[in-house]
């Protein structure tokens, strides 16, 4: 899996809400082209959802293990408060994942139940995200420890991300 396709460019200068947004807007342009091709090309389709996958697990691993503890950390809301929520709902994202991940597996495109499910599921999702913990993020964080936040998400090896089935 070439690298481009699951990490998002960083400006040296950029924030947290700026560069999680920027991946979230990525990763639904990899989504909306499994879905564009998913009937005439199949193989195409395929590797935009493996492209997909991989980076929302990624995302995710960086949320769960980088950010939302340094949230919690700064405000004091541990097992409350928006990222209690943005847990279980990654619990549900990846279920979802796993679905449709079975049947691109067994090359079958009907996943359109599975895929709005999804759709609608990451959209409040992100919009928790992008309008509630990246900004505080940003606003209660240090130049210093945004960068150790990036820092962190790239020593994360492959292989917690880049797994093909939740098993």
Known sequence: MEKSLLVPER???????????KDHD?????????????????VEA????????????RHIIWEEEILFPLFEKKTGM???????????EHKEIGKILEEIHTKVQSADPGS????????STL????????????????????????EEVFDKMNLIPEERYQTCCSS
């Not at 082209?33 to 005439?40: A, D, V």
Request: aromatic residues 14%; negative net charge.
């Open 112 to 119: 359109e139940r599975e895929e709005d499910l999804l759709i």
């Open 78 to 88: 541990l097992n409350a408060g928006p990222t209690f929520v943005m847990r279980l």
């Open 11 to 21: 400006e040296s200068t950029e924030g947290v809400r700026s560069y999680f947004e």
């Open 123 to 146: 959209s409040l999702h992100n919009m928790k995200e992008e309008n509630v913990l990246y900004p505080s993020i940003d606003e209660c964080t240090t130049k210093m420890e945004i």
């Open 26 to 42: 990525r990763l639904d342009t990899l989504f909306k082209e499994f879905q564009r091709l998913k009937y005439t090309d199949f």
């Open 46 to 57: 395929k590797k935009n959802f493996v492209a997909f996958k991989f980076g929302l697990q």
